[in-house]
């Protein structure tokens, strides 16, 4: 199980940020897209380490074309020495036509056609192969060498895709190298709709189980010295929570456990603004459901235990203004 760190979104801050993580031991860095290019972020973060891989978490796939996400990923790949993967989501259609100016059609269907799309064109650059890719969605069939970058000895990164739903996970196991699970998932709903999704997509591309695949998420952790800090973090946990369930796209994980009917109450408590009393609504049963509590001691070795056999790495998820100084405690306890 590896153990990563995700990296603020403060620019000036990235660098120390990153070598931080590095120092501390964590074996991955991801940087989001939300204000910055998470590929500047990402650069910067390589720059100031050395043996820590560093990915997007998640880029926006629908916001680029399979040639510049192409470009982006082998030049990281060969500046990182290896050490990118490109991780890519969808967003939501609102985003992608309004934010973006894009296209937004057939979400799943085109992230796969997006993907084969720059595994073409990587082709074409490492291993010399005519660029000739035709789909419903991206055409790419030009490419002289004056615009090739030669081959390098990293060859292209690895691709992780984030999804929730049972398509775009099927996709990710037939097209991706690697699974983000959403932060809000339960390890009843993972194997019983993400795994069996992820594994009908590697039937699609020839293969029999998820060895070599990688399944990366954020996990709850719900963490505190004493019994204040444990309360902090009960009660931001248990909002967090509340905000994702108020959302119809989740209803699916609550709908496994029995818990679908507190969808539709969350969510109008969320239109009327009664953010605090959505998170009386989360039970201890749903809150120790969705993630581990306790000790550093108790929720390190907790979680190990939760998702081993599952993930093969994570990063700590807190949804409260932790003390710093809890999580090399965490970390250390998950060893």
């Known amino acids: 199980m590896k153990i990563d760190a995700n990296l603020s979104d403060d620019l000036a801050a990235t ?13 991955g860095i991801w940087v989001g897209e939300t204000r910055h ?30 040639m510049t ?12 020495e290896g050490r990118f993967i490109l991780g890519l989501g969808s967003q939501i259609k609102p985003h992608i036509e309004k934010r973006f100016s894009m296209t937004w059609s057939h979400p799943a269907a085109r992230m796969r056609e997006l993907v084969l799309a720059t595994r073409a064109i990587w082709d074409a650059w490492q291993n010399g ?17 004056f615009f090739a970058p030669s081959p390098h000895p990293y060859g292209p990164p690895p691709v992780y895709l984030a999804g929730v739903g049972e398509g775009m996970t099927e996709v990710a196991g037939e097209v991706a190298d690697g699974f983000f699970v959403h932060p809000f998932s339960t390890k009843k709903y993972l194997e019983e709709v993400t795994v069996p999704a992820l594994l ?79 998170a009386d609504l989360i039970t201890d049963e749903i809150l120790h459901t969705f993630s581990v509590v306790g000790t550093p001691a ?7 235990a939760k998702i081993s056999g599952i993930y093969t790495r994570t990063a700590f998820y807190d949804t409260w203004k932790a003390d710093p100084a809890l999580w090399p405690l965490l970390l250390d306890a998950t060893r």
């Not at 990402?42 to 891989?53: E, F, R, V």
């Open 200 to 278: 009908r997509g590697r039937a699609k591309a020839g293969k029999a189980d998820l060895d070599g695949f990688a399944i990366a998420g954020p996990s709850f952790v719900t963490v505190g010295r004493t019994e204040e800090e444990l309360a902090a973090a009960v009660f931001g946990t248990k909002k967090q929570i509340a905000f994702y369930a108020s959302t119809p796209a989740y209803k699916a994980v609550l709908d496994v456990h029995g818990w679908g009917d507190l969808q539709p109450e969350l969510t109008n408590l969320s239109k009327r603004g009664e953010w605090d009393g959505m």
């Open 69 to 80: 996400l192409a470009y982006l990923g082998y030049d990281l790949a060969q500046y990182s």
């Open 37 to 66: 290019d998470p590929f500047l972020q990402t650069l910067q973060a390589t720059n100031a380490t050395s043996t820590a891989s560093v990915g997007t978490s998640i880029a926006i796939a629908f916001a680029r074309t399979p």
């Open 15 to 27: 660098p120390a940020g990153a070598a931080r993580i590095e120092k501390e031991g964590y074996a």
């Open 298 to 304: 108790e929720v390190g070795k907790g979680l190990i």
């Open 129 to 145: 192969t005519k660029l000739a890719f035709r789909g419903d969605f991206y055409t790419h069939t030009l490419m002289t060498p």
